[in-house]
């Protein structure tokens, strides 16, 4: 079982998906390298970090067949659908691996590599914060990851957008109160994307979490509050939200490739800073494969188990890279035609989705020359495209007009219904030999 981020990158090494980087680097150099190395489709961990005594994980998630490996499943988009509803209780230990420094009087960024991570960011930004806050009228835990501003000194800006923190913050607010919020930096990917689903009505998150590991999780308690926090996290940040200090946030670099400013967040005051033994700081880069992973995978898992049940033609998914879950390739069985523009229909109704291509099992949805190929030579533009709009869609996309609307993009690139010749394939040589050829010349180009 997967407990946390250290015991996660020990089982990426040990299957050779862990990418070390054992030369001393500068914080403003990681985003870069980052996103040079990312494509290697590993994980990376910097070992040293001119200036800082902790270590730095990137890219954790590089690919969807990690979940494999987190959930124990050989269908982790089947294991994550059934298992998101269930729950397994949170299990309090006493033991705290921590170590404590008051934060007052302190800067940050002395003890947290927190990364600039695009040209124009206003600031350094957290980007993987898992922030908890209790309601103030239930005394239930909300949990989201939201976006944290390096305001200088021990100050953070903290984007309250999504619930249940939206919720707790406005209860907050309405009496005048402070609301005191932990911050944990540092958790395996099967906790962290829990962390991001939306939340169950009077679910706490960490035992949904719970539910899709197998097992409890293991909390301990902040220090000046009620509020329970994942023993397994590296770093934990205590402190309050100070509305007096509110500031516009950003500009910050997106998933979605384009910078994105918030008229006015609240400020959190770190009022304590915790941390392990030789801690990981868990840099997200929005843009880089991981972003897109955590996305796709949950968009996969909803939508797969809907798609097969009542369209069983349907093969397998595939979300094209860096349109954050917005663009779909689907492989279907031969079918008829009409039951593919209905699929289409179907598919263009989730909001994730934006823009469908429907192809046979002889196309690679993964080489997109392919997808283009079949796009080409098997769609009628007339009969087999479709231009539906508005419709919601995602918040971030940069085309959204209010309350979300997009225009979607359906494309029947199969041969259904269609007098189309075989396509031509290359006759195969004898394959040891080209095999052999091939690798004589430092294998395939």
């Not at 700081?281 to 991981?290: D, F, G, I, N």
């Not at 396509?423 to 095999?435: H, I, L, T």
């Amino acid at each position: 079982m997967i407990d946390s981020l250290r015991d996660y990158l020990t089982v990426m090494e040990g299957a050779g998906r862990l990418l070390t980087i054992r030369e001393t680097v500068r914080r403003d150099d990681i985003p870069e390298l980052v996103e040079r190395l990312s494509p290697a489709r590993k994980a990376l961990l910097f070992e040293t970090v001119e200036g800082y005594k902790c270590r730095v994980a990137a890219n954790i998630a590089p690919d969807h067949d990690i979940f494999n490996e987190i959930f124990g499943s050989e269908n982790p988009y089947d294991y994550f659908a059934k298992n998101i509803q269930k729950t397994e209780k949170t299990v309090r230990v006493e033991e705290r691996e921590l170590e404590t420094i008051g934060m007052e009087g302190k800067d940050l960024i002395d003890l947290l590599p927190i990364l600039k991570h695009y040209q124009l960011d206003s600031a350094p930004y957290i980007t993987s914060a898992i922030v908890s806050a209790l309601d103030p009228e239930t005394g239930e835990c909300g949990r989201g990851v939201h976006r944290m501003e390096y305001r200088g000194g021990n100050r953070l800006g903290v984007s309250l957008l999504n619930p249940p923190l939206t919720t707790i913050h406005q209860k907050y607010l309405a009496v005048g109160g402070k609301m005191p919020v932990s911050i944990t930096i540092g958790v395996d990917p099967g906790l962290f994307i829990s962390m991001a689903l939306k939340p169950s009505a009077g679910r706490d998150k960490l035992e949904t979490a719970g539910g899709l590991k197998g097992t409890g999780v293991k909390v301990i308690p902040s220090f000046d509050s009620s509020i329970e926090v994942p023993a397994c996290g590296e770093f934990l940040l205590e402190g309050w939200v100070d509305e007096s200090r509110s500031q516009k946030d950003g500009p910050l670099g997106e998933i979605s490739g384009y910078y994105l400013s918030l008229e006015k967040t609240p400020t959190v005051v770190v009022e304590r800073l915790s941390f392990r033994k030789e801690p990981i700081y868990h840099a997200l880069l929005p843009t880089s494969p991981e972003a897109d992973m955590y996305l796709t995978f949950v968009s996969r898992a909803h939508i797969e188990e809907h798609a097969k049940r009542l369209f069983p033609f349907v093969i397998d998914l595939t979300f094209i890279e860096k349109t954050f879950g917005s663009s779909l390739v689907v492989t279907v069985r031969r079918g008829e035609k009409f039951k593919v523009r209905n699929f289409m229909l179907f598919l263009l109704s989730f909001p994730m989705v934006k823009k469908v291509v429907i192809v046979d099992e002889d196309v690679n949805p993964k080489d997109l020359r392919d997808v283009e190929w079949a796009v080409i030579t098997r769609c009628r533009a007339g009969e087999d495209m479709m231009v539906l709009g508005p419709l919601q869609g995602q918040p971030i996309d940069p085309t959204a007009q209010e309350v979300y609307g997009v225009t979607k993009i359906g494309i029947n690139a199969t041969t259904a219904g269609k007098n189309i010749e075989e396509r031509a394939f290359v006759s195969p040589g004898d394959r040891e030999r080209v095999q052999g050829i091939l690798e004589s010349m430092g294998g395939a180009v």
